[in-house]
């Protein structure tokens, strides 16, 4: 089932579990979870899962897949994962666009060449996936510490793989700031050069600012203000769009990501009355 634009999300982590499962009413409209972390877990687990599956859809975002990479895509994982999307009714996935893997796993995101022949490589395995899965690959704007080669911006790259791949964007606002403040440039300028009608979704979350031009992407704190500004902004440009706050290290309370969740409602709430 499609999620209307003004819902609210949740990345799931184990550890919110027993606090979620007592809840009367969730503060949010969906979960998020990493596919990748669940689909061989034993039957505990799997339980826990069906527990809240029953009460709240559910979204998906990728681990390792690894669009970018040069290794072949691996089609057992595709068909597992496709069989559990299946059995948990779960119409959206989305990945990084970038690659983790290079004769084995890398354990970090890695950014693609800005080149036109990295574009023809990607979106032939972004529709290749898409096929496995019978669902759509959305596609997410990641955060990079290094430059990569390329004859072209990011912007322009990023532009150019949903054009030809023909798929979504899931963009993360957090993403997009980090970016321009390690590789200076303008974040709204950033957004609305890309085409809104391809947003899907939308991710924000907090960072670690190690030094005044150098921040982590690190899920491990809370929004500071100047992302939230510029989700507002996202929201003026695109329209309101499902939202979801990651938060993957340092996770407080339910209550207290509660108040970033009625952030992002009331965020959305003044966009729609503006429009109205």
Request: glycine share 4%; proline share 6%.
């Amino acid at each position: 089932m499609p999620l209307n634009s003004d819902t609210v999300g949740l990345g799931y982590r184990r550890s919110m579990y027993q606090e979620l499962i007592q809840c009367d009413q969730f503060p949010f409209d969906f979960l998020e979870i990493a596919p990748e972390n669940w689909m061989n877990s034993g039957p505990r687990l799997q339980h826990q899962l069906r527990a809240l599956r029953e009460r709240v859809p559910f979204t998906t975002h990728g681990l390792s897949l690894s669009i970018g990479g040069f290794a072949p895509l691996d089609l057992p994982f595709l068909r597992r994962l496709k069989a559990f999307l299946d059995d948990y009714d779960i119409e959206l996935y989305s990945e990084h666009l970038s690659y983790c893997s290079d004769e084995g796993h890398l354990y970090d995101l890695m950014p693609i060449p800005f080149t036109a022949d990295a574009i023809g490589h990607v979106s032939e395995r972004i529709r290749t996936v898409s096929d496995v899965l019978e669902r759509p690959l959305v596609i997410e704007n990641v955060s990079f510490y290094a430059m990569p080669d390329g004859d072209m911006n990011e912007l322009e790259f990023i532009n150019a793989v949903l054009a030809e791949a023909d798929c979504d964007l899931l963009l993360d606002v957090n993403n997009v700031y980090v970016n321009s403040i390690n590789h200076r440039y303008d974040p709204v300028q950033f957004i609305t050069g890309l085409p809104a009608e391809r947003i899907r979704y939308m991710h924000i979350a907090g960072h670690y600012q190690q030094q005044a031009d150098l921040i982590i992407d690190t899920h491990g704190a809370d929004v500071i203000d100047p992302v939230w500004q510029l989700l507002k902004a996202s929201y003026q440009y695109a329209g309101c769009h499902p939202t979801l706050l990651e938060r993957d290290f340092n996770i407080p309370s339910l209550d207290t990501l509660s108040n970033e969740l009625a952030t992002i409602r009331k965020t959305q709430a003044t966009q729609h009355a503006i429009v109205s």
